[in-house]
């Protein structure tokens, strides 16, 4: 079965960014799409689910608070460390200070030490977010996209 692409529109819509924003981070390699990147005048993007996973987290870090320059360098950092999985740890936030918590309660300081943490960003809701969006959206693609994830294709 082949995964469920999403077009520069939906995704833009799914994660809840302007299309503008979306473009940017493309065209700058923050978050490039997985399934087919734009070529020239009249080619289309096309993003994977895990794709829309990392561009909502990257929201929810710009809603935090943080910087799109330390969104980056976290982002690059969380790749790394997590891997695949971008949306299984959690991120503690404390305005200019990001700390990455995995699963083991190890904490990682993504940026430098900071002390007096403010406020947790539970990655691994962003999957539920995700999803609540493409149900409510695009109802018509919703249990091919949620049954794909559920066999690893995501």
């Known amino acids: ?3 469920q692409g999403f077009s520069g529109k939906r995704t833009a819509e799914i994660v809840d960014i ?4 979306l473009d940017y981070w493309a065209r700058t390699d923050l978050v490039k799409p997985s399934l087919a990147q734009a070529t020239g005048s009249g080619s289309r993007r096309q993003y ?4 829309l996973l990392e561009l909502k987290v990257i929201k929810s870090l710009l809603d ?9 360098k976290v982002f690059t950092y969380m790749r790394e460390q997590l891997g695949e999985d971008v949306a299984s740890a959690n991120l503690v936030i404390d305005g200019s200070n990001s700390v990455l918590v995995n699963t083991g309660e190890e904490l990682i ?3 430098q030490n900071g002390q007096g943490v403010l406020n947790v960003l539970p990655l691994a809701g962003v999957k539920e977010e995700v999803d609540a969006r493409i149900v409510s959206l695009y109802p018509e693609i919703a249990d091919e996209v949620i049954t ?4 690893g294709a995501n």
Do not use: C, K, P
């Not at 935090?64 to 980056?72: K, S």
């Open 148 to 151: 794909q994830r559920a066999v």
């Open 48 to 51: 994977s689910y895990r794709d």
């Open 1 to 3: 079965m082949a995964e």
């Open 109 to 111: 300081d993504l940026l």
């Open 18 to 21: 302007t299309y503008r924003q």
């Open 64 to 72: 935090a608070g943080i910087r799109l320059e330390q969104v980056r």
